[in-house]
């Protein structure tokens, strides 16, 4: 994905040290990337949904009508809390190394603070909270760029796909089905590569 200014000022820093809050850093090439305070304000928000849909009471997630396509225009009925917090587990899990994932488990799922994550995972602080930065970081870009559907932004991750979407995956997937002469088993969310 292309990221432009308009897609990271809103997320930036305003007191980052390396985007001076505008959320793009200058390569060297002359390119430009997106700040990793951009990244980690898109996990931060992806894990506080995270959060509350796991703490909501099972009687109170919604089912919604989503609109399902194929050649039927099949419309199915799905609860998008659930949907939700398997796509964050599941993505998390892909995207992390193994001793990256205990930390990720430890810390954000089961909610230990960094003295008994540092006890239990024996690593000092320092190490520790460099360790969280970078899991921030890998997991919010990835919840960005994941194609077909992204967890964020998150408004438009619980809208629902769209027909338009649905077109413009069905087009994807024809034209990486012609190039690897593979057909895709389901829309199983692509991993980016590290
Ligand atoms: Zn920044």
Not at 70 to 75: I, L
Not at 101 to 119: M, R, S, W
């Amino acid at each position: 994905m292309e990221w432009t200014r308009t897609d990271t000022i809103a997320l930036a820093a305003s007191q980052c040290t390396h985007c001076h809050g505008l959320g793009l850093r200058l390569g060297k090439r002359g390119g430009s990337s997106p700040c990793s305070c951009v990244m980690r304000t898109i996990f931060r928000a992806c894990y506080r949904r995270f959060r509350e849909c796991a703490s909501k009471e099972k009687s109170m997630t919604q089912v919604s009508l989503e609109y399902s396509g194929g050649q039927a225009r099949r419309n199915t009925w799905g609860r998008k809390d659930e949907e939700y917090m398997a796509d964050f587990l599941l993505v998390s899990k892909r995207t992390l190394t193994p001793k990256q994932y205990e930390i990720f488990k430890f810390h954000f799922l089961l909610g230990a603070n960094n003295v008994l994550c540092c006890a239990r995972l024996k690593m000092d602080k320092g190490t520790f909270f460099h360790q969280v930065y970078r899991i921030e970081e890998s997991l919010g870009r990835v919840f960005r760029e994941l194609r077909p559907f992204a967890l964020f932004p998150l408004d438009e991750y619980f809208k629902g796909s769209k027909p338009e979407d649905l077109s413009e995956l069905r087009m994807r997937k024809v034209v990486q089905m012609e190039r690897t002469h593979e057909p895709l088993s389901s829309m199983v969310p692509l991993k980016k590569a590290a």
